[in-house]
């Protein structure tokens, strides 16, 4: 999978950092704008955050989460060739003097601990799952897990009910982000709250919370 870089880390730690994106109709790249939005909305959450980064693709959200203040980001991506894109992003923030920052908040469900080189090009990172999102929705030792799930589905066969699983991964007031076609509406889910929703041309953006 060619990769371009065309973006970078908005802000934080790793504020500039450039970071490389897929060239795939299958994944769905946030503007910036939105991205600033998204952020702007989720900061007071992010501090000492555990994330997941669902529909991960280049996982620019996670990272920037990470970048933000998240303890812990998990990345879900079903593309295993788009993966190791999130795998060279994360490399990179090593190389630019990050690896322990990495190394320290970037660990897998289950227990593991990520392989941490001296060389970040040899870093291995356990916390790239590359899988469906319905799947990882199906792990057990993620139920309940999160603080915040990021979810930027690709729009073309936007999937509801596979987002109508995802509510099980949060914990109580977690807050799930989501990216959707503005013109289908902002999605109800069972045991989530509509805290927000924005639009921003044809994207809408909403936070919800769980409530139980």
Known sequence: MPARSDFSVLSGRFKGIPLQSPHS????PMGSREKIALF?????????????DIYAGSGALGIEALSRGA????FVEKS??????IRQN???IAEKGHLEAISATLLPIGGDTAVVDSKAKNTVFYNIFTTSARDFA???AAVGVFDVILADPPYDGFDAAELAELPKLL??????????????GAPEFNN???????KYAAAGIALYRKVN
């Open 138 to 140: 199906q792990n057990p």
């Open 40 to 52: 702007n909305m989720l900061q007071s959450y992010l501090e000492g955050a555990v994330v997941l």
């Open 90 to 92: 994360l490399t990179t």
């Open 25 to 28: 109709s299958f994944t769905h």
């Open 192 to 198: 989530l709250e509509l805290l927000t929703a924005r």
């Open 171 to 184: 914990h109580k007031d977690g807050i799930l982000a989501l990216s959707y076609p503005f013109a289908q």
């Open 80 to 85: 295993a060739q788009i993966s190791k894109i």
């Open 71 to 74: 303890r812990q980001v998990f």
